[in-house]
C-alpha cells in the first residue's frame, strides 16, 4: 500500500485545514488507519484512528472536540478535519495503516505516508 498525505498549510490559530490521506495499491478497507503527528525534537505522537469501516473513531485527549477522522473507501482516502487550531497542533502530520487491530502504537502500523507539514501561527 502506498500512502500520499497532503492538505497542510500556513493557517492562523483558530483556523481550519483537511488533511486527506489518499492509497494506491491495495483497498483501504482492510485496514485500520491513523494519524500521527511529530513536532521538531518530539516523538511522533497517535492523533486518531478509525475502524475498518469507519464506525469507530478515537482520538488523543488534545484533540478531542477539534479534529474529526474519516474515511471513503470508495474512494480510497482517509480524512482528518482539523477545526480550532492551536499552536501547539504545529507538526508533520503522517497517515498510516494498521492490517492488524486497532492500535494508537505507531509500531503496530505496517505503511506509512510521506508526510503533510501544518504550521499554526499565534
Do not use: H
Not at 483556523?15 to 491513523?34: I, K, N, Q
Amino acid at each position: 500500500v502506498q500512502l500520499q498525505a497532503s492538505g497542510g498549510g500556513l493557517v492562523q490559530a483558530g483556523g481550519s485545514l483537511r488533511l486527506s490521506c489518499a492509497a494506491s495499491g491495495r483497498t483501504l478497507s482492510s485496514y485500520f488507519m491513523g494519524w500521527f503527528r511529530q513536532a521538531p525534537g518530539k516523538e511522533r505522537e497517535f492523533v486518531a484512528g478509525i475502524g475498518w469501516s469507519g464506525g469507530r473513531t478515537y482520538y488523543t485527549d488534545p484533540v478531542k472536540g477539534r479534529f474529526t477522522i474519516s474515511r471513503d473507501n470508495a474512494k480510497n482516502t482517509v480524512y482528518l478535519q482539523m477545526n480550532s487550531l492551536k499552536p501547539e497542533d504545529t507538526a508533520t502530520y503522517y497517515c498510516a495503516a494498521s492490517g492488524s487491530f486497532p492500535t494508537p502504537l505507531s509500531r503496530d502500523y505496517d505503511y506509512w505516508g510521506q508526510g503533510t507539514q501544518v504550521t499554526v501561527s499565534s
